[in-house]
């Protein structure tokens, strides 16, 4: 069976997004007679002496005036080897909420560059916001070659440049392909004016990357969707639970709690479409027949006993604003669409709105208007069952919606657990909790190298307690569930760095010992408002 890709294609504003689907469908032989015939129709009333294939994704009438992309627009497609969908977004600014929604479900981000041009800002926005929705792998496209000169310093230059900025988004799965969309140079078939590229075409890479891996296969969680009971003379007695898995393994016998009453029962049966299945995974639609009686219902979860998501109503996160005419601010109340759960929440706090061209943080705005981004802190008005994005999606995302229209205004992404001395039965400030002033010294060498030493030597003048985390330490206890891929390295370095976010959090000096250096961690600490130190110091 054909695995499903999902593509999101993000860029600057004309670097050629919609015509290089169009050039996918077109030489990858898809597209349907009549398809192509509207296309070289509309191409020929706009006086193009070309068929232009952007028209082929671009279906609005305002997009097809302007010659640009405004909607997300999806397009299905298959070849032997794998299923594609892809969503064509815009790349102009004004519909960054446009871009977030189409990404959103993305497992690879195409991102164009016009090699005349090179890295612009718009591109290095999709590539953060990208790397912020959890998508895993990017291809760096850097299309029109043809108007450099097919110039191989030109590509090896934007090449460089990209691969440094993914870094220090976490990112580590970058292939990057010169190309002529228009022309069709290395999307389908290999491009004879590239002799100095070695790579796969775009249509290889994206048949040939390796997705399996993204998928969360231990960490269960199954929302209730629908209760089944069909009172039907063959089954009187039936109930189940309907809804699909977004992560781990279900299979019948599994002991696992529902929450968020916190009864455990065991798994009778798993139902599919066409009757019972052996096990269920992401993202089965399945019905689970549950061996006891509990009281399940709509907006319950069910996870396994010694696995479960965090139960809370106050977390953080950062949220995209996408209504035109309000802002969020603090005090404000919406409702939050959470899994299969809708209940009230209050804005408390707007910690920063995030400059996403720049990565800078504006500690000083006081609300989120179009397009912009931000971390907010919410209270919920019943408990939700949340984990952190970037871990499970399924259980880490959410929609606030304006109760008065009922339309939907922001999106939003789980944060890391909430910090010690954060429940609901305490208003502590944020400067009160960050009051310990303890940090973290992330040190690449072995534990017992110059630089840990003399962190610990300094650490024990000061008076302050130190304490001293090795990476491989944790390789036969936290981490033996990791292998040595590019993905379980990153995971490696989130789980390094949030037990020494919580230390530092506690008033400890954390000193860390870890084979390479981590954006991802430098991340962890910063949205935290946790000290963080490198050494040796990044070069810049």
């Not at 815009?90 to 690879?108: D, E, F, I, K, W």
């Not at 006993?305 to 139960?311: D, K, L």
């Not at 960050?434 to 534990?447: D, K, L, Y």
């Amino acid at each position: 069976m054909s695995t499903l890709l999902r593509i999101a294609t993000a860029g600057s504003v004309d670097d050629g997004k919609s015509t290089l689907i169009g050039r996918l469908l077109f030489d990858s032989k898809v597209l349907m007679q009549d398809q192509l015939a509207a296309v070289e129709q509309t191409s020929k009333a706009r006086g193009d002496d070309f068929t232009d294939l952007s028209l082929l994704t671009d279906g609005l009438r305002a997009e097809r005036e302007q010659g640009i992309t405004i909607d997300v627009a999806y397009r299905y497609f298959a070849t032997p080897r794998r299923k594609f969908i892809i969503a064509d977004t815009p790349g102009h600014v004004q519909y960054t909420r446009n871009m977030v929604t189409g990404t959103s479900t993305a497992q690879l981000a195409v991102v164009l560059v016009d090699a005349r041009h090179g890295l612009m800002e718009q591109s290095r926005r999709h590539a953060f916001l990208a790397s912020l929705l959890g998508v895993r792998h990017l291809v760096l496209a850097v299309n029109k070659m043809d108007l450099v000169g097919w110039d191989a310093g030109r590509f090896g230059a934007i090449k460089d440049e990209f691969h440094d900025f993914a870094a220090r988004l976490g990112v580590h799965d970058v292939m990057t392909i010169p190309m002529s969309a228009l022309h069709g140079d290395n999307v389908v078939v290999p491009s004879p004016h590239t002799p100095w590229y070695h790579g796969p075409t775009l249509l290889t890479h994206l048949e040939e990357v390796f997705i399996a891996g993204d998928r969360n296969l231990i960490d269960m969680r199954f929302p209730v969707q629908y209760v089944i009971r069909p009172q039907a003379r063959d089954h009187p007695d039936h109930r189940s639970y309907g809804g699909t898995v977004l992560s781990g393994v279900l299979r019948p016998g599994d002991e696992v709690v529902v929450l968020p009453s916190g009864k455990t029962t065991r798994i009778q049966a798993i139902d599919g479409p066409s009757g019972p299945v052996p096990e269920a995974f992401p993202p089965m639609a399945v019905s689970v027949e549950l061996a006891d009686d509990v009281d399940v219902s709509r907006g319950d979860l069910i996870a396994r006993t010694a696995n479960r998501p965090r139960v809370c109503r106050r977390f953080d996160a950062v949220v995209c604003w996408m209504a035109d005419e309000q802002h969020l601010a603090a005090g404000r109340q919406y409702l939050v669409k959470h899994t299969t759960k809708t209940t009230r929440a209050e804005v408390e706090s707007l910690a920063y709105r995030l400059d996403v061209n720049t990565l800078h943080r504006d500690r000083t705005a006081t609300a989120l208007r179009l397009n912009e981004l931000g971390r907010v802190a919410l209270r919920t008005r019943e408990p939700l069952l949340v984990d952190e994005y970037t871990r499970i999606p399924g259980t880490g995302s959410f929609i606030l919606i304006d109760p008065d229209t009922n339309g939907t205004v922001a999106a939003g992404m789980v944060l890391p657990s909430m910090r010690p001395g954060e429940s609901d039965a305490s208003d502590t400030s944020g400067a009160a909790r960050r009051s310990a002033s303890g940090a973290t010294v992330w040190c690449v060498g072995a534990p017992a190298t110059p630089p840990q030493a003399l962190a610990a030597d300094l650490l024990g003048e000061s008076g302050r307690p130190a304490f001293i985390l090795d990476e491989a330490a944790l390789d036969d206890g936290l981490n033996a569930d990791l292998g040595t891929s590019a993905a379980d390295g990153e995971e490696r370095h989130r789980r390094l760095a949030h037990i020494a976010r919580f230390l530092a959090e506690s008033g400890q000096a954390v000193i860390v010992s870890a084979r390479t250096a981590s954006p991802l961690a430098r991340r962890i600490h910063e949205d935290a408002g946790v000290t963080f130190l490198e050494f040796p110091p990044p070069v810049s």
